[in-house]
Structures are given as C-alpha cells and as structure tokens.
C-alpha cells in the first residue's frame, strides 16, 4: 500500500513527531510504502493565491477554485502544489497528523489541504461524496490534544480532567 503522512508540528521532538516517526517504521516494515509531507520543515507556503498559478484563465479577478481547474490542465500549478497534489493521488492512504490548535489544525495543515485538495481533480463539477476525485482512498486523523503540567492538576484550569 502507498501512504502518505502529512505531518504539522513545529516541534521536531514533539509527541507528534514521535508519532509520525513510530508510524513510518511501523508501516515499512509491514512492507509499505510510505512518504511524509513534514509541513514546517519543508517551509510549506500554506497562503493560497494568484502566485500558486503560472497561467491565468482570468486575470482581473482571482476565482481560485476555477484557476486551480485552469492550471492543472494547462500544467502550470505552482511546483509546490504539483508535487504534493502527486503524492496525494498516488496514495492510497492518507494519514494527517498534527495537535489541535484551537479547536481546529493548525493553518499550516489548513493551507495544504487548501492549495493541494484542487478542484477539477479532487472535488467540484460532479466529484462529490461517492462519485469525488478521491474515491477508493483511505484517510486517518492521528492527532493530540496537550496543555502544560501546572493544568492538568487539582485546582488547575483543567482540573475535571485530572487523576
């Protein structure tokens, strides 16, 4: 199976780097094949905007879900975009793991799924639910939840959660 782990923490030596690190020695020696987005340490760009396209069906006004349509059939996605939007297809399963910040991942994730998750490959026209461009792929949240010691004690913010 391919898989790919797309990975957004900040940290190197955080609980989710161990994770992601345990899960690629895990899922190899299972006989796996398995390729990792680290997001932080690729520096990836997680703004979408007019620089994600070489080309432009409209120059005057910026739809980006139909210059994402224009751009990946003229061959002119942005490099960064184009070599993630391979990993991701080639994948038969996708496994995102990052913490929650605030309710939510963090926007370095967000950008990813926003400029790699394009339309006209992966959803719009009729790819949605059962008939999407992703269909037959598998996708796994593996993420973490944290607050400081001094917050997981009696009396502390977190208390009703304390053993």
Not at 24 to 41: I, K, M, P
Not at 86 to 111: H, R
Not at 136 to 154: E, S
Request: glycine fraction near 8%; include cysteine; proline fraction near 4%.
């Amino acid at each position: 199976m391919q898989i790919l782990i797309v990975h957004a923490h900040n940290e190197p030596q955080s609980f989710n780097a161990a994770m992601k690190t345990l899960a690629v020695e895990e899922l190899r020696s299972q006989g796996h094949s398995v390729e990792v987005s680290d997001l932080y340490a690729m520096r990836w760009n997680p703004i979408a905007s007019a620089a994600d396209f070489d080309s432009r069906a409209n120059s005057e006004y910026l739809t980006y879900a139909l210059e994402q349509r224009h751009n990946h059939t003229q061959h002119t996605l942005a490099p960064d975009i184009h070599g993630e939007l391979d990993k991701l297809l080639n994948a038969d399963l996708v496994i995102f793991n990052f913490p929650i910040y605030w309710f939510s991942m963090p926007a370095i994730m967000k950008g990813w799924i926003d400029r790699v998750l394009i339309s006209g490959v992966c959803y719009g026209g009729k790819r949605f639910y059962d008939q999407g461009g992703l269909v037959g792929k598998k996708a796994m949240l593996a993420i973490t939840v944290g607050a400081q010691p001094h917050m997981l004690v009696r009396g502390g913010v977190h208390r009703r959660f304390a053993r």
